[in-house]
């Protein structure tokens, strides 16, 4: 079968959850499916990257996005019913450029990742299936119970109309795909029930436990550090968690590592207990740095593959009720807590009790040596794009 996958970023190099899972699809899909990758883009594409992607696909389209119309977009959705983070990646021009692709191409069926990328889907014949991937409604709402100031309002309007349109764009796919059992469950959709979990997958050869002698910190936090959830968790950490770790432990030294770390971020160094690495080449080096994986995260949406990676490698760690939702460990392989104090309270439990940190490593591995792997979660996509065939009506809906 031929696949026209619908991209709105290059996946590689694998910086962003999104681009994480699609390349991994694409890895798992490419070796019974000809792949055919349209991918947005701002910045010029490396060859390295290119290459890393190619090798999965028959031919990759790279569709460079125009700064003028970004803004223009964004400046429409002020009254269009796009929500923002769709009209950011519309641009008629590509959309004229994707039509005259499947034309020449004839691919069986499309992959389309994520709403943003719906809108262009408009004007072709053939069946599609969209991955909603995570519900960014409800992201959105988290996001805006949390914000501040004149952020709060813009926020909540933007998550009612991303409701709106994760409803609308239902009736344009013939499947839809989400990442998760309780994003599913949060869609604003009355045919929820229809839509399929296919979970993001670890590669557990890759991602595995290291010596104990690598832990340099006693407590750390991985991620895109410019991403606002994962800015909103480290700020968590530093200014209302670590105080009372530190008031018990005044050693007690924190990592915060990942790429594009935002100004605020960056400050955090001015307590010398607090260490910010920026871009880490492997980062592997970064969850096997510390004792304790503490992963404050109260807003955002989907499955944290930072978790999964993490428990991957045998980490001991502490996460949001939110979180475990996401990504279904047992209680013997990841602690849960709810409020600064619970996650003070564990990480102190953590630090006191090496025969913990060690129990857990242990559970934390074996759980995710289950049916986790990569080729298990692309499995599932894979056979839900083949079992459907039947074109989907299509209604000018850009």
């Not at 990442?179 to 949060?186: E, G, L, M, P, Q």
């Not at 591995?365 to 692309?378: D, I, K, Q």
Request: aromatic share 8%.
């Amino acid at each position: 079968m031929k696949i026209l996958v619908l991209a709105s970023r290059f996946p590689y190099p694998i910086e962003k959850g999104d681009k994480l899972r699609l390349y991994h699809q694409l890895r798992v899909l490419s070796r019974q499916h000809e792949i055919i990758l349209c991918a947005l883009h701002t910045d010029p594409i490396q060859a390295a990257d290119l290459a890393a992607v190619s090798q999965y696909c028959q031919t990759v389209y790279l569709l460079r996005q125009r700064p003028v119309r970004i803004a223009w977009s964004l400046l429409s959705s002020l009254w269009g019913s796009m929500p923002a983070q769709t009209a950011y990646f519309w641009d008629p021009a590509l959309h004229r450029k994707i039509q005259e692709i499947a034309t020449r191409e004839q691919p069986d069926h499309v992959y389309c990742q994520l709403i943003r990328m719906a809108p262009y889907i408009d004007g072709l014949t053939m069946s599609a299936t969209l991955d909603y991937m995570d519900c960014f409604s409800a992201g959105l709402g988290r996001n805006a119970r949390l914000a501040a100031g004149w952020v709060r309002p813009w926020l909540e309007a933007e998550a009612r109309k991303t409701a709106r349109y994760e409803q609308l764009v239902f009736q344009w796919f013939g499947s839809h795909t989400v990442i998760s059992a309780a994003d599913r469950d949060a869609l604003p959709l009355a045919e929820a029930h229809t839509v399929e979990v296919v979970p993001n997958g670890i590669d557990t050869a890759y991602f595995r436990p290291y010596p104990t002698e690598n832990q340099r910190y006693d407590v750390m936090f991985v991620g895109n550090m410019g991403y606002m959830p994962n800015v909103q968790a480290a700020r968590c950490l530093v200014r209302e968690i670590m105080p009372a770790v530190w008031a018990v432990r005044p050693d007690t030294t924190v990592l915060l590592a990942g790429a594009r770390p935002a100004p605020e971020v960056v400050a955090m160094q001015q307590d010398t207990r607090v260490t910010v690495s920026g871009w880490v080449e492997d980062i592997r080096t970064a969850y096997a740095a510390g004792r304790i994986l503490a992963a404050p995260i109260f807003s955002g949406s989907g499955q944290q593959n930072k978790i999964l990676e993490a428990l991957a490698m045998g980490c001991c760690c502490v996460t949001t009720p939110q979180v475990q939702a996401g990504i279904g460990a047992p209680p013997a392989a990841l602690m849960v807590a709810d409020t600064p104090q619970a996650f003070a309270a564990l990480i102190l439990r953590g630090l006191q009790d090496p025969a913990l940190r060690a129990d857990m490593r242990r559970e934390a591995r074996s759980w995710v040596e289950g049916p986790h792997a990569w080729e298990h979660a692309a499995g599932l996509l894979c056979t839900l794009l083949e079992n459907t065939s039947t074109p989907t009506p299509k209604n000018g809906h850009t």
